[in-house]
């Protein structure tokens, strides 16, 4: 032991908090960006195509099958400006990962081309099912 009393411990120590603080630097005001052209009907269907192609990459932490094809996914807008909006479910309420897991689908989302930003809702109307599941989960899950 040091020698030092309590009250001597909890004290910082000598020079401790001394050197100076940085001063804050706003950050430069930037414009916002001009509206991009509207997407046509043609690059809205390819967006959704590979959002639907990114959906199938991400898999349920608890079954090994991917969300789309596990019926997770009920409802997928790909809007004019390149925003999309995703409608999904869980397998249950009280999902272990229902707090972190639309970001993760998010993430993946934004990596697609043409997706501008995106959006997931966890949505519980209707209640997930196994009537949901594509038949290629079901075989993959030995369902049928």
Same mark, same amino acid.
């Given at each position: 032991?040091?020698? /030092?009393?309590?009250?001597?411990?909890?004290?910082?120590?000598?020079?401790?908090?001394?050197?100076?603080?940085?001063?804050?630097?706003?950050?430069?005001?930037?414009?916002?960006?001009?509206?991009?052209?509207?997407?046509?009907?043609?690059? /809205?269907?390819?967006?959704?195509?590979?959002?639907?192609?990114?959906?199938?990459?991400?898999?349920?932490?608890?079954?090994?099958?991917?969300?789309? @094809?596990?019926? !997770?996914?009920?409802?997928?807008?790909?809007? @004019?400006?390149?925003?999309?909006?995703?409608?999904?479910? !869980?397998?249950?309420?009280?999902?272990?990962?229902?707090?972190?897991?639309?970001?993760?689908?998010?993430?993946? !989302?934004?990596?697609?081309?043409?997706?501008?930003?995106?959006?997931?809702?966890?949505?519980? @109307?209707?209640?997930?099912?196994? @009537?949901?599941?594509?038949?290629?989960?079901? !075989?993959?899950?030995?369902?049928?």
């Amino acid at each position: 032991m040091t020698g /030092k009393t309590f009250e001597e411990l909890k004290q910082p120590p000598e020079g401790f908090g001394d050197e100076p603080v940085p001063e804050q630097v706003d950050s430069p005001k930037t414009e916002p960006a001009e509206a991009a052209e509207p997407l046509t009907d043609e690059q /809205k269907k390819l967006v959704e195509e590979g959002v639907i192609e990114a959906l199938k990459t991400v898999y349920d932490p608890e079954i090994p099958v991917n969300i789309y @094809d596990l019926g !997770l996914i009920y409802r997928v807008v790909v809007r @004019d400006n390149g925003d999309v909006h995703v409608d999904m479910t !869980l397998t249950a309420p009280g999902c272990p990962v229902a707090q972190t897991f639309p970001a993760m689908v998010e993430n993946e !989302l934004a990596r697609v081309d043409g997706v501008r930003s995106a959006h997931v809702e966890v949505v519980w @109307d209707p209640p997930w099912s196994q @009537d949901m599941m594509s038949e290629a989960a079901r !075989l993959q899950l030995n369902l049928i």
